[in-house]
């Protein structure tokens, strides 16, 4: 069973610029989470995207957004990008209802200069 | 605001040698996660516990939840090299109704021959 994807794995963008992340979840997982890490602030929620609707979202600032398809796969987008967005980007799908595991992706390192 | 604090953050035990990371966290609790991170990688899932009194084993790595004392440990026995990592807790708020989760800081473990 192939496990989560997430496309680019690095990327640099320069500031203003915007980015958009892909991440395509475990085959029949309907629930996809997103989390930035960064050395000072840590892992912290992003949003979750569950059958196409967000259900959740983290205190981020609005220029960070996201959808799900009808695939389940998810994109991220940052627009206007900052040098404080350079972060690794990690996905993690589950199957929802009963089943608690959530399985992460390698993550997108974005480089913002 | 759900807080999870996780002690110590930085860990050197010798092969061979007992250890316990703790994980407190703030409010009340649906679920907690314990992750693993090695330099440059994603997260691996160890453990999901469900509820209180759970213990779960896998290897030399046992972990625990009382939720009353809203306390998780990850205990280590007779370590080796091979556990050198960065290890997470994570927890789901009650009530989140969505795969949201609050990340301590992580315990730095590096097992010393």
């Known amino acids: 069973k192939a496990g989560v994807t997430q496309t680019p794995r690095y990327l640099i963008k320069t500031r203003g610029q915007q980015v958009t992340l892909s991440c395509s979840p475990i085959?029949?997982?309907?629930?996809v989470s997103w989390y930035q890490q960064t050395p000072g602030q840590g892992l912290q929620f992003l949003f979750e995207y569950f059958s196409e609707t967000q259900r959740n979202k983290g205190n981020f600032p609005g220029r960070f957004s996201g959808r799900q398809f009808s695939n389940s796969r998810s994109e991220m987008n940052v627009s206007t990008l900052e040098l404080g967005d350079s972060a690794l980007y990690l996905c993690?799908?589950?199957?929802?209802?009963?089943?608690?595991?959530?399985?992460f992706g390698p993550g997108t390192r974005l480089t913002v200069t | 605001e759900l807080k999870v604090e996780q002690n110590p953050l930085f860990l050197s035990m010798q092969e061979g040698k007992n250890y316990t990371i703790y994980c407190n966290y703030s409010?009340?609790?649906?679920?907690l996660y314990w992750y693993r991170q090695d330099p440059g990688k994603s997260l691996e899932s160890l453990f999901v516990?469900?509820?209180?009194?759970a213990v779960k084993q896998e290897g030399r790595l046992m972990a625990s939840l009382d939720t009353k004392a809203r306390l998780s440990t990850l205990h280590i026995t007779a370590a080796v090299h091979d556990l050198s990592a960065t290890y997470f807790c994570?927890?789901?708020?009650?009530?989140?109704?969505?795969?949201?989760?609050?990340f301590g800081k992580g315990t730095k473990l590096s097992v010393i021959p």
């Open positions: 994570a927890v789901e708020p009650s009530g989140a109704g969505s795969y949201q989760l609050t």
């Open positions: 993690a799908s589950s199957f929802g209802g009963s089943s608690y595991e959530q399985y």
């Open positions: 085959s029949g997982h309907r629930s």
């Open positions: 516990l469900l509820s209180n009194g």
């Open positions: 409010t009340t609790s649906d679920r």
